[in-house]
C-alpha cells in the first residue's frame, strides 16, 4: 500500500475504536521513562518485577486447552505442564491431524499426559470448540500469528485465562482487535502471559531496574537486531491446496507470519520498546528479498524509528547464511548504555562495566519455562498478569517498521495506528486462495495489487 492509503478511514481513530482506547494513540502515551530517576529510587516491585521462583505453587488443579498443536504449540504445552503440580493438558484444536497425534504422542510419553479422543478438535472452528468446554480454566494461543487476535478475544470472551505466543497480529486490524480484548480481559481479571520472553528473564528485569533508577543516565537512543542464517521453509507438495502450503510453511508467508521482523526481531523491539518507555513518532526502512526459497517475505529489514526530543531506535532483522549474525538489544543513556550482547549487563563509554547480572550466583531458569510458571503463579496466588497491551503496542512498532521497509516511504504511528490495512483471506478453508501468488513479495515504491 503506499503511504497515502494508510489515511483510509481515518474515522477509525474515533468513532471505530472501543470507548477508552483514544489515549493509546498519541505516540507519546504511557509514562517515559527517558529522564534519568534522580529523585526516587525505584524498587523491584514497584516496577512489577516478578517472583522468580523455580516452580510454581500448588493449588486447584488447572485444566488447559492447546490452540495450535505444531512444534511452538507442543513446546508451550510441555512447558506448562512443566510449571508446577496439578496441571493438565485436556484438550487440543488444530487444522491437520498429524500435527495433532504428534502432540498427542509427546505429551503422553514425557508427562503421562493423555488427551481423551473427545477433546480432540480439527478444523479452523476448532478452537471455538475447546472455548465452549466449561472445565477449561487456561487455553494456550500457539497458531500462526495471524490467527491470535480473533482466537485472543474469543478467550476473553469465554473468561479463559491466557498464553498468547507472540507476536500476537500481523496488520494493524488483528492489533486493534488485541488491544480491546486485552482491556476486556482487565475488567474480568483474568491472567494473560504472553510470549516475548526476555520481559520473563531475571536478568533483564534486574537491569532494568538498574536503568530506571538512572544508572545510565537519560536514555537518547536504542537499537534491537536479530539477525542470523536462512530460517526453515517447506516446498509445496502436488497434494496441498493453497491454504494447506501456506498453513504448514507459514513462516515464509507474511499473512500468517507477518515477516520475520515481526515473528523474530518482536523480542528486540519489546526490550527497547520497555526500556525507553515511549513510542515512535514514524518510522522509515527498507528490506527485500535476496535468497529465500519460499514463501513472499523479505530476507533482510533495517529500519530507523524517530521519537520525541530527537531520540531513535534501528532495527535490524537478516535471515541470510554466511553473513555476521547478532542477536541484541542495547539502550543507550547519557552515562552509558545497557547491552546485551556478551550478557545482560551496563557500560559506560569508555568499556567500564557499571552493572553486570552475576549468571554464576543467580543461574537463569529457562525464559520459556518461566513464562509458564508465572502464568500458573499468578492465577494460584491472584496476583494477575496481563501483559497482552503491551505485546500489541511492541508488535505494531515492529508493524510499523515492516511497512515502512515494504513501501519505502515514512509512516507515522496515527497512520499505521488508524490503517485499515488487513493480510489474509475473508474465509478460511483447505482449498484455493484467490490471488494468492507464491514468492511475490512486496516492491518498494510500488503498491500491491492485493496485501495479501
Not at 477508552?20 to 518485577?49: D, F, H, R, V
Not at 509427546?106 to 472455548?131: H, I, R, T
Not at 487456561?138 to 470472551?157: G, N, S
Not at 529500519?303 to 554466511?322: F, H, P
Request: hydrophobic share 40%; glycine share 8%.
Amino acid at each position: 500500500m503506499k503511504r497515502r492509503d494508510f489515511l483510509t478511514n481515518t474515522a477509525l481513530i474515533g468513532a471505530g475504536l472501543p470507548l477508552g482506547m483514544a489515549p493509546a494513540l498519541n505516540s507519546c502515551s504511557g509514562a517515559s521513562q527517558t529522564t534519568a530517576a534522580s529523585a526516587k529510587t525505584y524498587t523491584p516491585e514497584e516496577l512489577g518485577m516478578y517472583s522468580f521462583v523455580d516452580i510454581a505453587p500448588d493449588g486447584k488443579p488447572l485444566k488447559a486447552a492447546l490452540v495450535g498443536n505444531g512444534d511452538r504449540g507442543t513446546g508451550a504445552a510441555t512447558q506448562f505442564l512443566s510449571a508446577g503440580p496439578n496441571v493438565s493438558i485436556i484438550a487440543l484444536a488444530d487444522i491437520f491431524a498429524d500435527r495433532q497425534a504428534n502432540c498427542r504422542k509427546v505429551l503422553k510419553e514425557k508427562f503421562n499426559n493423555e488427551v481423551p479422543d473427545a477433546n480432540c478438535f480439527l478444523g479452523f472452528d476448532a478452537y471455538k470448540k475447546v472455548l465452549d468446554m466449561p472445565e477449561i480454566d487456561v487455553v494456550l494461543l500457539c497458531t500462526p500469528t495471524h490467527f491470535r487476535p480473533e482466537h485472543f478475544k474469543a478467550a476473553v470472551d469465554a473468561g479463559k485465562h491466557v498464553f498468547m505466543e507472540k507476536p500476537c497480529a500481523v496488520d494493524p486490524t488483528g492489533i486493534r482487535t488485541v488491544i480491546a480484548a486485552a482491556k476486556a480481559a482487565t475488567s474480568k481479571g483474568l491472567t494473560v502471559v504472553t510470549g516475548n520472553q526476555r520481559r520473563h528473564s531475571k536478568a533483564y528485569w534486574e537491569a532494568y531496574v538498574q536503568v530506571r533508577n538512572g544508572a545510565i543516565g537519560e536514555i537518547v537512543s536504542g537499537s534491537a537486531h536479530w539477525d542470523q542464517g536462512a530460517w526453515w521453509n517447506k516446498k509445496k507438495r502436488p497434494e496441498w491446496s493453497d491454504m494447506e502450503y501456506c498453513i504448514r510453511n507459514w513462516f515464509n508467508i507474511k499473512w500468517l507470519s507477518g515477516d520475520h521482523i515481526l515473528d523474530q526481531a518482536i523480542h528486540n523491539i519489546d526490550v527497547v520498546t520497555w526500556f525507553m518507555g515511549m513510542r515512535p513518532i514514524s518510522a522509515a526502512g527498507f528490506g527485500g528479498r535476496a535468497q529465500r526459497l519460499t514463501g513472499d517475505i523479505f530476507d533482510f529489514f533495517s529500519v530507523d524509528y524517530y521519537y520525541e526530543n530527537n531520540r531513535k531506535m534501528l532495527t535490524t532483522a537478516r535471515q541470510i547464511d554466511g553473513c555476521e549474525g547478532n542477536v541484541s538489544e542495547q539502550v543507550y543513556g547519557s552515562k552509558g548504555m545497557f547491552t546485551t550482547k556478551n550478557g545482560v549487563h551496563l557500560e559506560d563509554y569508555n568499556g567500564n562495566t557499571i552493572w553486570a547480572y552475576d549468571y554464576k550466583a543467580n543461574p537463569e531458569k529457562g525464559h520459556y519455562e518461566q513464562e509458564h510458571i508465572h502464568l500458573v503463579e499468578s492465577i494460584r496466588l491472584d496476583k494477575k498478569i496481563n501483559q497482552a497491551e503491551d505485546l500489541a503496542y511492541s508488535t505494531l512498532i515492529a508493524i510499523l517498521g515492516r511497512e515502512a521497509a515494504y513501501t519505502g516511504n515514512m509512516i507515522t504511528w496515527d497512520e499505521i495506528m488508524s490503517s485499515s490495512l488487513r493480510y489474509g483471506p475473508e474465509a478460511y478453508s483447505l482449498g484455493p486462495i484467490p490471488d494468492y501468488k507464491e514468492g511475490v513479495a512486496p516492491v518498494p515504491g510500488k503498491a500491491p495489487a492485493d496485501p495479501m
